[in-house]
């Protein structure tokens, strides 16, 4: 076997999926599950070091274009192909997948009804969502897409709380009419020109008029919108959010609305760029509203799920305005949002769902002074929350700072634009604190609340919960204390696709031709850039 | 000397390695890591103990004139931009290292005593050593976004330390509010770096400062703008060192153990912004709008803050405002281009007022015997009195904090305060008359409040009195905004429930030598610092002088003049004499009734008494507003936005229905659906 042969996707994703086949003649002899977890653990440990692998001796950091390529054909009359490569964007979110996947198994390990159905979902999930991130081929990835949502579907509905039904089944209709959109756009694109291919670098070469692009656009937008969330097509996710297992819960909020914010860039950015530099302004405009309206009505949330599910919705804003900064920073600060958020959003929501566990409530008035029974629990949900309100020396103050500097030094805007954008997004970095910290202060601080300790035992964290939240905090700090580990992975993919972008937005291309003008400005901008650092002579 | 610098990283780092350390082993193996109490204290006391002996070689080797130093390497980059972090040493960083970790090493040891029988005493090391790394890294920063990333983490540990008896519902509120607060002038902080750097492309001091200034002169950049972005940046030492109108988390956050109170919230945290001004000079002194904006700033907070600590009857409170009013001195020294005697005055202020802190722990330490473990009690200066019989010691430093701060010559508050408004002065008359009327209520309140804690007879036995004070009986004369009383009833009852079994002495007693040796040490430099600044010899202002202007001092000494000096310096002890002698016939011989001086103006009372009104006008209207706002979004969110989602979804039901008896099957119209659409777009895209 030749490591650089193998094909190292397909054997990630299908083998958690084959793997399922085994789970029911798993013996269980005492009932409770154990052996079944402990399968589900195991096969979602190897498939993540089979990644981390394929990851360390396949991927190359400075090679922008797709690595680890697979081609295989399906359907060539339709020109559908099996084909999947992994390139700056989708190895980041590929890993994000294959970690939190498999700390979600270990989270799961307080659910027992049910075991073989439900880690035959999530093994099922597992695989799914690397295809989501790998697949190169527009009509497979709807597929994949589409496929995503039954699991989703049937862990809502079936170990979710009270309006489980309700819940699900808005989440189904919700994103399967928007994807109804990707499928439209997808065969557009596909039979747009003399020869009909799904091939995503061959969309990518086709040379769509400006008006086609925009409709497609618009398709795809919905679509991803509907996934990431952007307002106003949220509602479904404080439902869903709210009503899920913790498990669930971490792949919904760290996998799950990274596949909106993943599409957008690999579909609406990559494939469409004119439309795109058109759409720019509105995805700017939804990303400060998302930030200011989602902090706004956590701040309002009287329940803990819906209240962090809102400040998901909150963060996923920056990956909008990151993605449409057309700047090299704006573009990798919003991958690196998504990873972030990826994993904080998974660590707090394990850690909201442990807490369920003990007050079995999650209205915030039937809290208080929680924190003297659980001081462990209290502290690493104060870390946590830290994390979320983008605390230096963790991953989401990095990523905010890189939207924020990019989105600044943006030239595709007028300075009119840039300045209230700005500041309203900045505006987002008051409220966060405002409703994470007062949840803090309702849930933990004060005298112990005797009604609560009266009925329902309060007990510490256990050493597996301990263990999930560390390995969730050594990447949230490591990238805080060191982003380039993570944005090295990357860069030299969207350093390429910010270059091969810019030159759709007119102001841009404008400046670009005009050469006297330009080189005098670039000039300067050029001797700024080498000037030297602080010398020590100049003090 | 070169292998010194570069281990200075060290002097942060060693901290944070304690910090970590003891932290992990809370977090593993609690129950053993808190039994071993005393062992985790020396363990990062002495680790803070190393990091002193550094910053101490380290300014030697400064004073020997060695270059200043810098170390960077590459944190992150994404296509051209490139941002650096590291470590830079030069005059500002050494003083400010041997301050800090002096004052933090000082307050460790001083914590053994205080905290002696918290059950959270590991923890309470663990976070001062983490907040001491995040306070080394601030000073040692080399750019504008590493000082921001320590910044922001000097007020996470504030927030996890004024939080850190989380069962108490003040301590809960003030914890959040100091953090907000401090957000909301790190939000302009932010702007401010965002707009320099898309100005100047650069985080760094200097480089900023040339290409800002060369930008507003060959009017690229309008000065206007360039004036926004300074006081944007402003904003952010506007909140960390509480000036007007963000002063307001200050005082709340003495909910937290006093050791914090004397090493955050005096000496270190809130001198940061004074340092970042002083950091920002390059930028801010060619900008005269903003020095104008800061030096304001300044006065009107000295003024301010000195006016609300006249009633104060809370120790701590009283010393609060007391420390927003010092800053204020600071902040306008800045504002007005006196870089070196405003950070003089920082050092200076660094230690007496940690010092008059930790004398009010130890005071409080003492009360606790008498009152109970109620801070409500513990701290009100209305059961004190005569204390200075019992604990000797504390009454002496505390004496020496009062005679520095007023500025009474020789000691150390009278030359940094008399350099900052004879500096004043020069600039600008109306300011140095706000410093100077500010200094008459300086003495008069920090008096007031040694006369009435240690002079006299002691109080803390009256019951009746004590009942007032604790809100129980309805004569409630606490101020407003303080706390709700009924929350202190609470919070009392539960404490004396856990701790009824150790207090009720008669007296209070002498603290333990852990905390009276780190008062004694804290009073030399509060007696003698001060001379190292001396007008005619001023050796502080050869060390530490604006970049750009070196010499200034040998000009200084050569300009200097005996009879401005005497005039201003008396001018400034005459109207501190005023004071203290108004407080001793107030509250020493009480010849003057302070009530009947309350009474005769009621309105000034009640201004000063309730804070000039600011707290309760942030309740009302952006406190308020903003929960409202939030609120009715969720109801937008809820009715209308998932109401449009839910009657799409009942209209969907319906039509569903209907199509059924319609059409044959669904899945025939899901692709009769696909069919129109493709075609829609091909038609559109033919037009």
């Known amino acids: ?143 994949v897409w589409e496929l995503e949502l039954v699991p989703v579907y049937l ?248 939207v924020f500097v990019g989105l600044a030094t943006s030239d595709a805007y007028s300075l009119t634009f840039r300045v209230p954008v700005v500041i309203l997004a900045g505006i987002g970095v008051i409220l966060t604190p405002i409703y994470l910290l007062s949840m803090l202060r309702e849930i933990f601080y004060g005298p112990e609340n005797k009604e609560l300790t009266s009925h329902e035992k309060l007990v510490d964290a256990e050493p597996r919960e301990i263990f999930v939240i560390a390995c969730l905090l050594v990447p949230i700090i490591g990238i805080g204390l060191y982003p380039k580990i993570i944005t090295q992975i990357y860069d030299a993919k969207t350093t390429q696709l910010v270059a091969y972008i810019r030159p759709s937005v007119p102001s841009i291309a404008l400046r670009e031709t005009t050469t006297v003008a330009s080189a005098s400005s670039d000039l300067a901008q050029a001797e700024f850039r080498q000037a030297p650092l602080l010398k020590p002579s100049e003090f | 000397m070169d292998s010194l610098y570069q281990f200075a990283w060290l002097i942060p780092v060693l901290p944070l390695g304690g910090a970590f350390l003891v932290g992990l082993g809370l977090i593993s193996y609690n129950k053993q890591t808190n039994a071993l109490r005393q062992i985790n204290a020396a363990f990062i006391v002495s680790l803070m103990g190393a990091a002193m002996v550094l910053s101490f070689a380290i300014l030697w080797s400064q004073i020997q004139d060695h270059d200043p130093y810098l170390m960077t390497f590459e944190w992150a980059s994404a296509g051209a931009f490139h941002l650096t972090m590291g470590y830079t040493i030069d005059h500002l960083t050494s003083l400010m290292l041997v301050v800090v970790t002096t004052v933090a090493f000082l307050v460790m040891i001083y914590t053994d005593g205080y905290m002696a029988h918290d059950p959270g005493y590991v923890r309470f090391y663990a976070y001062l050593s983490l907040f001491s790394f995040s306070m080394l890294g601030l000073v040692v920063s080399p750019n504008l976004v590493q000082i921001y990333i320590f910044w922001e983490l000097v007020g996470m540990c504030s927030y996890l330390l004024v939080g850190f008896w989380y069962d108490r519902k003040p301590a809960a509120n003030a914890c959040q509010k100091a953090f907000v607060t401090n957000r909301v002038g790190d939000f302009g902080l932010l702007l401010g770096i965002l707009g320099l750097y898309w100005a100047t492309n650069s985080f760094e001091f200097d480089i900023m400062g040339e290409r800002l200034q060369s930008l507003v002169s060959t009017g690229e950049l309008s000065g206007v703008v360039a004036a926004i972005f300074a006081i944007l940046v402003f904003m952010g030492p506007m909140a960390k060192s509480a000036q007007f109108p963000l002063h307001v988390w200050l005082p709340e956050a003495m909910e937290g153990p006093t050791p914090i109170s004397a090493l955050i919230h005096a000496a270190t945290m809130v001198a940061a912004g004074v340092f970042l001004v002083a950091r920002m000079f390059p930028v801010f002194s060619g900008i005269s709008t903003a020095m104008q904006f800061i030096a304001w700033t300044g006065a009107i907070t000295a003024f301010l803050g000195a006016t609300i600590a006249v009633t104060q009857n809370d120790i701590k409170k009283g010393l609060a405002y007391s420390t927003i009013s010092q800053l204020g001195y600071m902040v306008m020294a800045m504002g007005i281009g006196a870089y070196s005697a405003g950070l003089f005055h920082l050092m200076t202020h660094a230690y007496f007022k940690a010092m008059l802190f930790l004398g009010s722990g130890s005071v409080i330490h003492g009360m606790e015997a008498v009152v109970g473990h109620n801070p409500a009690l513990a701290q009100d200066m209305r059961l004190m009195g005569g204390l200075r019989k019992y604990m000797p010691v504390t009454g002496l430093t505390f004496l020496v904090g009062c005679l520095a701060i007023c500025g009474i010559p020789p000691f150390a508050g009278f030359w940094s305060k008399d350099e900052i408004l004879s500096s004043a002065f020069a600039a600008n008359p109306a300011l140095w008359l706000v410093g100077w009327l500010t200094a008459g209520l300086t003495a008069f309140y920090m008096f007031r409040m040694y006369f009435s804690t240690f002079e006299g007879d002691f109080r803390g036995n009256i019951n009746a009195l004590r009942e007032q004070i604790d809100g129980k009986s309805p004569a409630l004369n606490f101020g407003p905004g303080a706390m709700d009383p009924r929350e202190l009833t609470m919070v009392a009852e539960q404490e004396a429930h856990h701790h009824d079994d150790h207090h ?166 899901y692709l009769f659906i696909i069919f129109m659409a493709v075609l829609g777009i091909s038609i559109a895209t033919v037009i």
């Open chain 1, 1 to 143: 076997m030749n490591p650089d042969t193998f094909p190292w996707l397909s054997t990630l994703i299908f083998f958690p999926i084959v793997a399922t086949v085994a789970l029911p003649f798993i013996p269980d002899p005492k009932g409770k599950g154990d052996p079944i977890r402990w399968y589900a653990l195991v096969i979602g440990l190897i498939d993540f070091v089979l990644l981390i692998y394929a990851f360390y001796t396949q991927y190359d950091f400075a090679e922008s274009g797709l690595q680890m390529v697979e081609h295989y054909d399906w359907l060539p009359q339709l020109g559908v192909q099996w084909s999947v490569g992994a390139d700056g964007l989708s190895m980041p979110l590929i890993l994000l997948t294959g970690f939190i996947t498999s700390l979600a198994i270990l989270a799961s390990w307080p659910v027992t009804y049910k075991p073989r159905l439900f880690y035959f979902l999530i093994l099922a999930m597992y695989g799914g969502q690397i295809a989501v991130f790998a697949v190169q081929d527009l009509l497979v990835f709807f597929l």
């Open chain 1, 155 to 402: 862990l809502l509905s079936i170990w979710g709380g009270y309006k489980r039904l309700y819940a699900a089944t808005k989440f189904i209709l919700y994103t399967a009419i928007s994807s109804l959109f990707i499928l439209v756009a997808a065969l557009a694109m596909a039979f747009f020109g003399p020869d009909l291919t799904f091939d995503l670098q061959s969309l990518a070469a086709k040379d769509y008029p400006l008006t086609f692009q925009l409709l497609c656009y618009t398709g795809f937008l919905v679509a991803f919108a509907v996934k990431l969330p952007i307002v106003p097509l949220h509602t479904w996710l404080p439902d869903a959010h709210g009503e899920a297992t913790a498990p669930v819960h971490m792949l919904l909020a760290g996998i799950l609305l990274k596949m909106g914010g993943y599409a957008l860039i690999r579909m609406n950015v990559e494939l469409l760029p004119d439309a795109h530099a058109y759409f720019a302004p509105a995805l700017i405009i939804l990303g400060v509203v998302n930030i200011i309206y989602a902090a706004l009505t956590s701040f309002a949330q009287r329940n803990l799920k819906r209240k962090i599910a809102y400040s998901s919705i909150s963060h996923m804003g920056f990956v909008l305005i990151g993605i449409a900064s057309f700047t090299d920073l704006g573009m990798s600060g919003a991958v690196l949002q998504m990873v972030s958020h990826g994993l904080i959003g998974a660590s707090l929501f394990f850690l909201v769902g442990a807490t369920y566990d003990r007050t079995h409530t999650l209205i915030l008035e039937e809290m208080g002074g929680v924190a003297q029974n659980m001081p462990k629990i209290f502290a690493m949900f104060t870390t946590c929350s830290m994390a979320s309100l983008a605390l230096p020396g963790m991953s989401g103050f990095v990523a905010e700072l890189m």
């Open chain 2, 504 to 669: 009720h002495a008669d007296e209070p007693h002498e603290s333990p030598i852990t905390m009276t040796l780190p008062l004694m040490v804290l009073a030399l430099p509060s007696i003698a610092i001060g001379l190292l600044g001396m007008p005619f010899n001023n050796r502080f202002e050869a060390f530490i002088y604006a970049p750009g202007e070196a010499n200034a001092a040998l000009e200084a000494a050569a300009e200097f003049e005996w009879s401005e000096f005497l005039l201003m310096a008396g001018n400034s002890v005459g109207i501190a004499l005023i004071g203290i002698t108004l407080a001793s016939l107030m509250y020493r011989t009480r010849q003057v009734d302070p009530a009947a001086i309350a009474n005769r103006f009621p309105s000034l009372y009640e201004f000063s008494l309730n804070k000039w009104f600011i707290d309760d006008l942030y309740e009302r209207t952006i406190i308020k507003g903003c929960r409202r706002i939030a609120r009715q979004v969720l109801e937008v969110d809820f009715k209308v936005v998932d109401g449009i989602v839910n009657f799409a979804g009942f209209l969907a039901v319906l039509t569903g229905e209907g199509l059924k008896y319609l059409e044959s099957g669904r899945i025939q119209f």
